[in-house]
């Protein structure tokens, strides 16, 4: 192939392959630019699933606009052979950039957003991708994160019966040129059944997992032990690998969840919350537990336990081989530098004094004073039990002494380790915990066709096809008297429908249905999108009054009517 000519482009350079083909470099001397040549191999020529995948593919990602996307140029055939004709990319996968401990937090935020940014893009066109793992997310060394490989990706599949969607699925799932994808499906996808939005960010928390940790998420020696431990395991706590701030632990956290109705609900929602991080985190609001949040830091490879250090620390303290504290105390220059002084805090002023010449004391005397400094300092309080026990010690343990050691935040602990510096104080014991009182519930009714507002949450892009899932939120509180039985922002689900019947000339619009609403005991009501306490209508056009758009059907924002379908009872609190 490298020297050959397909269509007007010049094959310079093989760049790889795969079970659907091989990827050159070739020069397009038209436009004096690199592509990326993809073709598909001689044995999918000859299988029509193989090649509705490679058309499908570039149909889907050619329909999307975003920079994170990869785009597509051209689709041709030539001596019986399909190629596909896409931008190039220089640089580098994260199947090859994710090292061992896993990214920075800085660098995992960094592409994270990214990556949300074009799914979410993907996701208000209709088109889900399907097959996202490190392989398919190029990175180049300015950090701009491309997305690739829409090969699986699932358009407009919602007329499908659920038979056919099964039976498109299965060879997706066992072909052997994707059998690494296996530990990146969702419950759903891994079992064959209908997959939606959900799936991807399903997808999504586990190649962060695996960004922040270095660990695959579910992984086990074969494909169906794999796909059992997605189905029944769940993921092991980020913290058993590395640091990272609380929130995106739980961001990430709650995107893997079994059940779909219990992650993020949309894409939309998971890209605004990993902003928020990112937005904390590069302002210096947010840090990484145990370590100081500054440039080096989040550049620097991030340590994968950082209880070691404290450990050996501890060891040689107890052991006397090395008197760590004094020996920084002692060989600290005369002029700090920034980062000392700010780990440090400087010793109090010395007592007025009273004529006479203070006693000469050791370099290894620990005072009062010094246990605050190391208190302040945020060492470990096993290290300062430690370096007590293993100094000699002149504490004052006065009264106004031990007020000033509690107003220096000094635990009491260590305090009583001062009183009786060469013995073991053993940890106090847990107060006992109060115990929880039980929630008293009552039941409230809530009767059959009333209404309350709700909002769209993402744009409904023109062409989407019936059955294509909706998501709204309630605009405000709902209340029965003075108890809330539906709290705002509840989510609220629905379904796109088909054109209405024209009645003489009139009508024809795209119709919507609603579904349910989450009241505040966790229940879903049952909800219509038109009035009338007995009617079994469930429809409502979704394009707003008077706005008129070619390419959506209905922005974020838009906000309709519900009404409860039927007489409904929720569990308030009393």
Not at 460 to 485: K, S
């Amino acid at each position: 192939m490298v020297g050959r000519r397909i269509g007007h482009y010049q094959i310079l350079e093989k760049l790889g392959s795969g079970g659907m083909g091989e990827i050159f470099k070739a020069q397009d001397p038209r436009l004096n630019r690199f592509v990326a040549i993809k073709s598909l191999s001689a044995s999918g020529a000859e299988d029509p699933e193989r090649r509705r995948r490679f058309t499908q593919e570039a149909q889907a990602a050619s329909a999307l606009n975003h920079p994170n996307i990869i785009t597509i140029y051209d689709v041709l055939t030539e001596g019986g052979t399909d190629y596909m004709v896409m931008e190039f990319i220089a640089g580098r996968t994260l199947a090859e950039r994710i090292p061992k401990g896993g990214l920075a937090v800085a660098e995992a935020l960094q592409y994270g957003v990214q990556i949300a940014d074009a799914l979410r893009t993907a996701h208000a066109a209709g088109i889900i991708h399907r097959d996202l793992k490190p392989g398919n997310v190029m990175v180049t060394d300015s950090g701009l994160v491309k997305v690739l490989d829409f090969g699986l990706a699932k358009i407009d599949t919602a007329a499908l019966s659920e038979e056919t969607q099964t039976l498109r699925a299965a060879p997706m799932t066992i072909e052997g040129s994707i059998l690494g994808t296996v530990s990146y499906m969702s419950p759903e996808q891994a079992q064959g059944r209908k997959v939606d939005a959900r799936s991807d960010i399903f997808s999504f928390g586990v190649l962060l997992y695996e960004m922040v940790t270095g660990e695959k998420a579910f992984s086990a020696d074969s494909s169906i032990s794999t796909i059992a431990s997605i189905l029944r395991d769940e993921v092991r706590p980020i913290s058993d690998f590395a640091s990272v701030p609380n929130e995106l632990e739980e961001a990430i956290r709650r995107s893997v969840r079994k059940d779909p109705g219990e992650r993020w609900q949309t894409m939309e929602e998971m890209f605004q919350a990993l902003t928020a991080v990112k937005q904390k985190f590069d302002s210096g609001h947010l840090t990484v537990p145990g370590i100081a949040h500054s440039a080096k830091a989040t550049t620097q490879p991030r340590k994968r336990k950082l209880w070691i250090p404290v450990v050996a620390a501890s060891a040689l303290v107890v052991a006397g081989g090395l008197d760590w504290w004094w020996f920084t105390r002692q060989h600290r220059p005369a002029t700090a530098r920034p980062a000392e002084a700010a780990l440090v805090p400087p010793k109090a002023a010395p007592p007025p004094t009273t004529g006479e010449k203070p006693e000469p004391r050791g370099p290894a005397v620990l005072t009062n004073q010094d246990v605050i400094a190391m208190v302040q300092a945020n060492l470990a309080q096993s290290l300062i039990l430690g370096q007590i026990r293993a100094s000699e010690t002149r504490f004052d343990l006065s009264t106004p002494e031990l007020i000033r050691l509690a107003k220096a935040g000094v635990p009491e602990r260590v305090i009583e380790q001062m009183r009786h510096p060469k013995g073991v104080v053993a940890a106090p014991a847990p107060a006992p915990s109060a115990p929880t009182p039980a929630t008293v519930t009552r039941q409230v009714h809530i009767l059959g066709g009333l209404p309350f507002p709700v909002r769209l949450l993402a744009d409904v892009p023109a062409g989407a096809e019936a059955g294509t899932p909706l998501h709204f939120q309630a605009v405000e509180d709902y209340r029965v008297g003075d108890n809330v039985a539906i709290a705002r922002g509840a989510r609220v689900t629905g379904e796109l429908m088909g054109a209405g019947k024209k009645v003489l000339g009139i009508g024809g619009k795209v119709q919507f249905r609603l579904e349910s609403v989450t009241a505040v005991d966790g229940t879903k009501l049952k909800i219509k999108a038109s009035p009338g306490r007995d009617s079994g209508k469930n429809q409502h056009a979704i394009e707003p009054p008077g706005r008129k758009s070619k390419d959506v059907l209905a922005p974020a924002g838009t906000e309709y009517t519900a009404y409860f379908d039927g007489d409904q009872t929720v569990a308030v609190k009393k």
